[in-house]
């Protein structure tokens, strides 16, 4: 038999601030959190643009002695955990800790760290390392610490999928509760890149912005990376139920693909693959889709392609439908970014608003959707879709639904 | 390099154990204190170590003087270890 998932509880640290509210008014202000940012590791230094967690003070939320062994990236899924618990009523006493398990998505996990011992190692000329690098830097200390922090022994991992790792880890909690093998899981991604070594990377491979990120725009030139994090609790319906938990949206189906084609040109035929395996798993047709939450970096190739994809996919009913990136407010935060556009995505199921592209120019050759430009749009959604891609042509896709059908 | 005295020795092991655990900063501790009366996990144990390797500039794992049990043989094994840099010969190992 398979269970059906819902949304419990959420939270969330982005470029907006700390906490689920504070993303969605800075969405709904449409202010892009976007700055000249300057970066520096041992000889070198760089300045572009990015985002980093507005009012984010880490001795606010964690001791100094915490902090020692916490890296950003661990920090900021913390929190989120902490808000999605706390909304979801977890805690309380009712739950088996072995039902609870944690899946979260990180591309480079503690890369701070990994900084930092590298300038210390090859910029200062140390020879040894501190010990502490080591759980530090690992990727799956932000989930062995949230299972601590809550006492949650079910399965906890950690999905490394790059920019579609919270999806595809959203996608595995998902597959857990619907088989029957959890009752619930904290899931979503979380990242803390905004540093030099990454930046210097991306930039080498043309795809960063120097200005700002404009999606599904013209004159668009790059993504603008950004950190933060985004944890939801996903429960199965009866259980949610049972102990009286306020449901946010059901997840009604996910879907996953590989473009077997190219590290990093996207195809149109994969993308698409995942939004069709989605609705098919879901139930729903095409043209009951209202709102997709889209990836759209800002790069030329993935705002043309994924328009392609969605069309590909839903066919004539994309034009009637409203997409969005939100990227161009909260920056790309990797590994974390499926997660806090997760919870966008939901919000806007919830209020019936859809998210605006900020940093909208005008029309593009190859995007031709409704991207509710600059604006958020207030329309009826009852359907949603969140996809995120990632390179090496890897695609992750959830199918959200506002209202419960019996 | 000027070899300190050991109240100075001492004070920059205290240093170490407080970079690693600043909470710690609030225990009195003497040259007696254990370690293993600090609360520190193993991890944060060789991390204090490493923090003395930095800030005197030797190797004790290497060396294999990583077992001291209390600050006091912390501060012994980095003299030695400062004695031996500075071609000193140490007391002990002259009788």
């Known amino acids: 038999m398979a269970h059906r998932v819902v949304i419990t509880g959420m939270g969330c640290v982005s470029g907006m601030g700390v906490g689920v509210e504070a993303l969605w008014d800075g969405l709904m202000r449409a202010q892009s959190a976007i700055t000249p940012t300057h970066l520096v590791a041992g000889q070198h230094q760089t300045t572009l643009p990015a985002v980093r967690v507005a009012g984010y003070c880490p001795l606010n939320h964690f001791t100094a002695d915490e902090l020692i062994m916490r890296d950003r990236y661990a920090q900021f899924a913390i929190v989120a955990a902490r808000e999605a618990v706390q909304q979801a009523g977890l805690g309380c006493g009712e739950q088996t800790p072995g039902d609870t398990g944690v899946v979260l998505g990180s591309g480079g996990g503690g890369e701070l760290a990994r900084e930092e011992a590298a300038v210390r190692m090859f910029y200062e000329g140390k020879i040894r390392c501190n010990p502490i690098t080591v759980p530090k830097v690992n990727n799956q200390a932000s989930v062995g610490l949230v299972s601590m922090e809550f006492g949650f022994t079910g399965p906890s991992f950690i999905v490394a999928t790059g920019c579609a790792a919270a999806t595809h880890a959203m996608c595995q909690a998902y597959l857990l509760i619907q088989s029957g093998v959890l009752v619930r899981a904290l899931t979503g991604g979380t990242e803390a890149p905004v540093m030099l070594s990454v930046f210097q990377a991306f930039d080498a491979a043309r795809v960063m912005s120097h200005t700002t ?116 407010l909260h920056g790309h935060a990797f590994g974390g970014a499926g997660g806090i556009e997760l919870v966008a995505t939901v919000l806007a199921l919830q209020h019936g608003v859809a998210p605006p592209t900020a940093n909208y120019l005008g029309h593009d050759e190859g995007c031709d959707l409704d991207y509710a430009p600059n604006a958020p749009r207030e329309r009826r959604i009852d359907m949603a879709i969140k996809q995120s891609f990632a390179f090496g042509g890897v695609n992750a896709v959830l199918a959200l639904r506002r209202d419960i059908r019996l | 390099m000027d070899i300190p005295h050991d109240t100075a020795i001492e004070q920059a092991i205290y240093e170490s154990i407080w970079r690693v655990k600043p909470s710690l900063q609030a225990m009195p501790m003497t040259p007696a204190t254990r370690l293993s009366s600090l609360g520190l996990a193993s991890i944060e144990i060789m991390s204090v170590v490493f923090e003395m390797e930095d800030v005197f500039e030797v190797s004790i794992v290497d060396r294999q003087l990583d077992t001291f049990r209390t600050i006091g043989e912390g501060r012994d094994v980095v003299r030695k270890l400062l004695d031996e840099r500075n071609g000193h010969v140490p007391a002990l190992a002259a009788e």
Not at chain 1, 253 to 282: F, H, K, R, V, W
């Open chain 1, 213 to 328: 990120c404009r999606p599904f725009s013209r004159d668009r030139d790059g993504m603008v990376i950004g950190e933060g994090g985004a944890v939801v609790v996903m429960e199965e319906l009866q259980a949610a139920r049972a102990r009286g938990a306020n449901i946010l949206a059901e997840v009604c189906g996910i879907g996953m693909s590989s473009d077997a084609s190219n590290t990093l040109y996207p195809t149109e035929a994969g993308p698409a693959q995942a939004i069709t395996c989605a609705l098919a798993m879901s139930r729903i047709h095409a043209e009951e889709v209202d709102y997709v939450n889209a990836h759209g970096t800002g790069t030329q190739a993935n705002d043309r392609i994924e328009t392609a994809a969605i069309r590909r996919a839903l066919g004539h009913h994309a034009d009637n439908i409203t997409v969005s990136s939100t990227k161009a």
